[in-house]
Nanobody
């Protein structure tokens, strides 16, 4: 069972930046595609970005520009940088892992973390 742990969330002001981190109990995350999703209150979980095991990055259309997904091999983490935060970025952010082919659907990921809350004050 792959265990994922998100960190880096918190209460920030509009315009600030955050760097979320996804760590694991696995020896390496490089054998998985890692996705970041978010779920705002009253809304469905939505895809933010994915980093494939081959190193390709994929972003949801409305996430391009302010979000950057990357891997830190030294820390064995996959990170999500979010710039110019807005109040509508307020959500619980989850990382997820899959060994299947790339997916931007939550149903394409077998393993999930518990999430980290991001709250953006105006």
């Amino acid at each position: 069972q792959v265990q994922l742990v998100e960190s880096g969330g918190g209460l920030v002001r509009a315009g600030d930046s955050l760097r979320l981190s996804c760590s694991t109990s696995e020896r390496t995350l490089r054998t998985y595609d890692i996705g970041w999703f978010r779920q705002a209150p009253g809304r469905d979980r939505e895809h933010v970005a994915t980093l494939s095991r081959a190193g390709y990055t994929y972003y949801a259309d409305d996430m391009k520009g302010r979000h950057t997904i990357s891997r830190d091999d030294a820390k064995n983490t996959v990170e999500l940088q979010i710039n110019s935060l807005r109040p509508d970025d307020t959500a619980v952010y989850y990382c997820a892992a899959t060994r299947q082919s790339y997916s931007n659907s939550e149903y394409g990921y077998e393993y999930w973390g518990q999430g980290t809350q991001v709250t953006v004050a105006s």
